[in-house]
């Protein structure tokens, strides 16, 4: 991540880009930078990275030099895209891009070993697999400048990370500032004070299902409570790119996680799920807000969808595509849970009792155990091969399992069976 490399081609020759160096680089020509422009950027790290030019704007003065630029870091996922002032980017190595069909991920920087890890945690590239290629040009041009750069939730100030459709009137505020209880938007500080004096909810709206300590859940309907669905919907997107924004929220449940303290129920993330899916997803979205990220709420969330399914008698699985931090979670969930199973079972096991035993549907189990190498294919049938120290070994590498979901603290009706 060090490396004050620029753009490279494949070691081989094979489909590298064809660049040159701007005749205007660092000459004061050429200017304002066009967009598409290739340069190094120096980044919060101090070091210098490589950028992909998205838009620019004029500053105050409106000079050629006097410009502001929305970058891509082309390591990075593009949660990480920000504008940047002229006298962060190198002009010396402004490179022209012939050949515009080659990938940015042509750039290979050497990093440490855990420097790789911290990326792979929090920076990989965000997966849009099921999105085709037009879809994705259209997907990305639509929202490729983030329109809101931080948001005040409670106590917290966040960075956005990513374009979410809010209404036009809030397109030119930097900062937007919600109430943390009703979910409530605007622009300025003052208006959030005056709503906090009027605004009588402590904690989100709609019934408390779970309580264990200081964690609570809460089950929002959708259609009693639309303009909070929407409202988190807006809220989410900052954090999600993938995420379809649902305006119809009457069909979704959300299920909201707080802290809880003498002040309130403070969300730290939620799920949603249809309430009747086709397709046997058990949930549709997850968030963990970035405060209160690494601290085991994600695989929490995800074991109480699970959970919720055990009580509905059915199997489950996410809807697609996840986020790439959402994939992450789910793969290592899915880990753990199988390999306790299989190291205390004695015996046999076959795919459909795991799945009976879990709620989790057979085709994740067979490619999570595919993934970690504990299936073999033998005689026609698939075998589950359950080494113990092979499965401690796994264990080990999926680490701990965080928060536990306290059963004997859910009460919850499904959705088919209320009122």
Not at 16 to 31: E, H, I, L, N, Q
Not at 136 to 153: C, D, M, S
Not at 333 to 346: N, S
Request: proline letters at 4%; one cysteine or more.
């Amino acid at each position: 991540m060090g490396s004050n490399e620029g753009l490279k081609g494949d070691s081989n020759g094979v489909g590298a880009p064809v660049t040159r160096r701007s005749k205007a680089a660092g000459a004061g020509g050429g200017m304002p930078l066009e967009v598409g422009t290739k340069v190094m950027c120096r980044w919060r790290d101090q070091k210098l990275h490589p950028v992909k030019v998205i838009e620019r704007r004029k500053g105050l003065y409106g000079g050629p030099n006097d410009y502001e630029y929305y970058v891509h870091y082309t390591e990075f996922n593009r949660r990480l895209d920000e504008w940047v002032k002229l006298e962060q980017l190198d002009l010396e190595t402004i490179e022209t891009e012939l050949d515009e069909k080659v990938d940015d991920k042509a750039t290979s920087l050497k990093m440490t070993r855990h420097q790789k890890r911290k990326i792979d945690e929090t920076h990989v590239e965000a997966g849009h697999e099921e999105l085709d290629a037009a879809s994705l040009r259209e997907h990305e041009e639509f929202t490729k400048v983030k329109n809101i750069a931080k948001i005040e939730l409670g106590r917290y100030e966040i960075d956005t990370w990513y374009f979410s459709p809010f209404p036009p009137e809030y397109n030119d505020s930097p900062k937007l500032f919600f109430c943390e209880f009703c979910l409530s938007f605007m622009k300025r500080k003052e208006q959030l004070q005056r709503h906090m004096k009027k605004c009588d909810l402590k904690h989100p709206p709609g019934d408390e299902i779970y309580r264990s300590g200081t964690l609570s859940m809460f089950e929002v309907d959708g259609k009693k409570n639309k303009v909070y669905g929407q409202n988190l919907c807006y809220l989410a997107k900052l954090f999600l790119d993938h995420k379809t924004l649902y305006y119809d929220v009457d069909l979704f449940l959300f299920y909201v996680l707080c802290e809880c303290d003498d002040r309130g129920c403070h969300m730290v993330g939620y799920f949603s799920k249809e309430k009747h899916s086709e397709e046997a997803y058990n949930l549709a979205c997850i968030l963990t807000l970035p405060p209160y990220q690494r601290k085991g709420y994600g695989k929490f969330l995800i074991a109480f969808s699970y959970e919720l399914s055990k009580k509905e008698g059915k199997v489950g699985t996410p809807e697609r595509p996840l986020s790439d931090l959402g994939m992450l979670s789910y793969k290592g969930y899915w880990t753990r849970v199988l390999l306790e199973i299989l190291k205390k079972h004695k015996g046999n096991i076959s795919i459909k009792e795991l799945s009976d035993m879990t709620a989790i549907k057979t085709d994740d189990i067979l490619n999570t155990l595919q993934g970690i190498g504990l299936i073999q294919y033998v005689k026609g049938q698939h075998v589950i091969c359950a080494d113990p120290k092979v499965l401690d070994r796994h264990l080990k590498a999926v680490g701990r399992g965080g928060l536990e979901v306290d059963v004997s603290k859910l009460i919850w009706t499904p959705y088919k069976d209320q009122g």
